[in-house]
């Protein structure tokens, strides 16, 4: 399976998921808005020029969540999924979609704001807007982290996606300050030697 992959992105997560399952893959990197990912060729895998894509055969994926639940289902020998049976199930597909339902669309806006505009074009009562939401919408994974270590029983998928977004959150700047499963969690995740080889990647 081939990774299209850009530090400092969402395909982290790709790599990370990789790096747990012990799968192999091929890597193909680029620098975040490197001009290659404009070239017709790349647009051909991923029509908007973006990361992460996963081809894996005749099978092309281009949103994180679905390549996760994709890897999982089609790879994963039932790893990192609790069983449909289990009580951990609903909460598994719950803190998988967290995610990009939730945390990501103000981290997107908070970089957009801070790095991705010039000084003279951004907006500080949207960033302050993002902040504020980003920070409140962590209430709810420090609910659920409460007595656990993870979202949804054992590592799982789950912490792939709404894991990453934590850590990503209090690389932001999100307060964490009065949410202390959140920063025990992404310490947590920090210690673990495929997530540090996802960044380092």
Not at 44 to 71: C, F, K, N, W
Not at 96 to 123: C, D, S, W
Not at 159 to 167: L, P, S
């Amino acid at each position: 399976m081939k990774i299209y992959h850009a530090p400092n992105s969402r395909s982290v997560r790709i790599v990370w998921l990789f790096e747990e399952l012990g799968l192999p893959y091929e890597l193909e990197k680029f620098a975040l808005g490197a001009p290659e990912m404009r070239t017709q060729d790349y647009r051909r895998i991923h029509p908007m020029g973006r990361v992460p894509a996963l081809q894996d055969g005749d099978v092309t994926l281009l949103e994180s969540g679905a390549i996760v639940e994709y890897v999982l289902a089609r790879h994963g020998n039932g790893r990192m999924v609790p069983p449909v049976s289990s009580p951990d199930f609903p909460a598994y597909l719950q803190w998988l979609h967290y995610a990009e339902g939730m945390l990501m669309p103000q981290v997107n806006v908070i970089v957009v704001e801070t790095m991705f505009l010039p000084p003279e074009k951004r907006n500080a009562e949207n960033l302050a807007r993002a902040r504020k939401l980003l920070t409140k919408m962590l209430e709810p994974v420090d609910a659920q982290l409460a007595g656990r270590e993870y979202l949804a029983g054992e590592f799982s998928g789950a912490d792939i996606m709404t894991g990453h977004a934590c850590v990503v959150s209090t690389k932001l700047g999100a307060d964490v300050s009065d949410k202390p499963n959140v920063a025990a969690y992404v310490e947590r995740l920090l210690a673990r030697p495929a997530l540090r080889k996802a960044f380092a990647t």
